[in-house]
């Protein structure tokens, strides 16, 4: 998965070690599902934990992170914000840009295609 972020600083003011951007991948058997399904949730995954350095602030910059989904999931909500344990109330924001992501078939799936594969070459000479 590969986001661009772009953090600001509320007032002036830095993040602090307790002040993070997230994306979280949420998990679901079902066929379909929205937020209000949360409880029947499979797992939901931390992706991207993202904290600026000074010199990302006011800058788009790309973060990228890597999930596997659980074997009997279906469908799965993208979740995307900002977390600050202190519990103030003004807290720096982020924005996000750009969301990409590609499947990979598992080695399993590779191992067989490069088998069936390489019998329909050899079918051929």
Known sequence: M?????PLRAGGVEW?????????VIWFAASSATMA??????????????????AQ??????????????????CMIIKVGHKSLGGDCVRP???????????????ATLGLMLLGGSSVLLRRK
């Open 16 to 24: 602090d070690a307790t002040q993070t951007a997230l994306v979280d």
């Open 93 to 107: 924001d982020c924005y996000f840009d750009d969301v990409t992501m590609s499947t990979v078939p598992d080695p």
């Open 2 to 6: 590969s986001i661009w972020a772009y």
């Open 57 to 74: 602030y006011y800058t788009w910059s790309q973060t990228t992170g890597t999930v596997t989904a659980p074997e009997n999931a279906n």
């Open 37 to 54: 399904d949360y409880a029947s949730r499979i797992s939901q995954d931390r992706v991207i934990a993202f904290h600026p350095t000074s």
